[in-house]
T-cell receptor
């Protein structure tokens, strides 16, 4: 499979717990993006990586959110002390370069009880 | 404030008809504009990417136009099919930093009826 993959596909957690979401981009894609889509809302841009670097972290909703990318490949989005308003579908995308077509993964549906 | 506004919010058309979706933006400085199609429960799929110098770009039955002076874009769908039912999202990228940032519209929900 050559597409973007994300895991887990679904995650249900209790309020206050930490969660880690994973994204495997298309091999060779230097740019990687994280988005959030809440029910009935549009896509919300969170953060992007060029290689392992994330130059703009201002899209992260709060300091409970962090992301890292290692080896220019896999990325993880970590949400600490989850809140109910964090419930959403978290989408990851990758592109060959920043101005190129972004290919999206299937998303991780996060539900915070 | 950088914003992307799309209209209409939702649209219902009969199969075979044409339709046009609008996107107005205030993002500056402008780098490029993308149109995505998102089926329910799926990730978005890129339809077109347009830079400042491009006025029109086609992808099959989809044709996007861009007027960088008025900061408007449109997505025209020709001879609609039932499979065109989806949310269409306009995304604008700025050049505020060396690597740019993306701004998303809320999308237009298109429903094609048989």
């Amino acid at each position: 499979g050559a597409g973007v993959s994300q895991s887990p596909s679904n995650k249900v957690t209790e309020k206050g717990k930490d969660v880690e979401l994973r994204c495997d981009p298309i091999s060779g894609h230097t740019a990687l993006y994280w988005y959030r889509q809440s029910l009935g809302q549009g896509l919300e841009f969170l953060i992007y990586f060029q290689g392992n670097s994330a130059p703009d972290k201002s899209g992260l909703p709060s300091d409970r959110f962090s992301a890292e990318r290692t080896g220019g490949s896999v990325s993880t989005l970590t949400i600490q002390r989850t809140q109910q308003e964090d419930s959403a579908v978290y989408l990851c995308a990758s592109s060959l370069a920043l101005t190129d077509t972004q290919y999206f993964g299937p998303g991780t549906r996060l539900t915070v009880l | 404030k950088n914003q992307v506004e799309q209209s209409p919010q939702s649209l219902i058309i009969l199969e075979g008809k044409n339709c046009t979706l609008q996107c107005n933006y205030t993002v500056s400085p402008f780098s490029n504009l993308r149109w995505y199609k998102q089926d329910t429960g799926r990730g978005p799929v890129s339809l077109t990417i347009m830079t400042f110098s491009e006025n029109t770009k086609s992808n099959g039955r989809y044709t996007a136009t861009l007027d960088a002076d008025t900061k408007q874009s449109s997505l025209h769908i020709t001879a609609s099919q039932l499979s065109d039912s989806a949310s269409y999202i306009c995304v604008v990228s700025d050049r505020g930093s060396t690597l740019g940032r993306l701004y998303f519209g809320r999308g237009t929900q298109l429903t094609v009826w048989p």
